[in-house]
């Protein structure tokens, strides 16, 4: 639990670094993700996930 907020910060830190920096590359992306389809996206988030898990594994 030690880790939890430090972890959610660094979160909040990565996630607002590309708006800021590249506005406009963001909303490009944005508006590609909004057309695709759910299944794309269910899959492209499970990826996320495990990618996640598997990360944290090595790491901790």
Known sequence: MDYLWPALALLLV???LWPSLAPA???RMLLSIAQ???RSLRI???ISIFSGLALSFFVI
Do not use: C, I, K, Y
């Open 14 to 16: 990565l996630e607002g």
């Open 25 to 27: 590359s963001m909303r």
């Open 36 to 38: 695709m389809d759910d």
């Open 44 to 46: 492209s988030g499970l």
